[in-house]
């Protein structure tokens, strides 16, 4: 089993930027990939950004590329995602997943709210 805790989230304006934590324990040994999805209500939940453990490779989601950037720390097994120019529609609950072979693993979430 991995655990994830996510943290960082909050109410922000228009146009700030944003720091989100996601921090794995447990069977942390081969995390093959960790990622940031989001869910707004009424909507499905979407990939935000994805990065893979070992290379570092990373993929991004259409909404925000450009303006997103993910990021990991292998020894404290953690991902993060900066957040910037944030938009109202960006308001969401972002949820941190890990793949450890071939299961997946999903976080809480934390909620961020862009005011306009």
């Known amino acids: 089993q991995v655990q994830l805790t996510e943290s960082g989230g909050g109410v922000v304006q228009a146009g700030a930027s944003l720091n989100l934590s996601c921090a794995a324990s447990?069977?942390?040994?081969?995390?093959?990939?960790m990622a940031w999805f989001r869910q707004a209500p009424g909507k499905v939940r979407e990939l935000v950004g994805l990065?893979?453990?070992?290379?570092?490779?990373?993929v991004y989601g259409n909404s925000v590329r450009g303006r997103f950037i993910i990021s990991k720390d292998n020894a404290k097994n953690m991902v993060s995602l900066h957040v910037n120019s944030l938009r109202p529609e960006d308001t969401s609950v972002y949820y941190c997943r890990a793949r450890r072979r071939e299961f997946f693993y999903w976080g809480q979430g934390t909620q961020v709210t862009v005011a306009s």
């Open positions: 990065i893979t453990w070992i290379v570092g490779t990373t």
């Open positions: 447990g069977r942390t040994d081969n995390i093959n990939e």
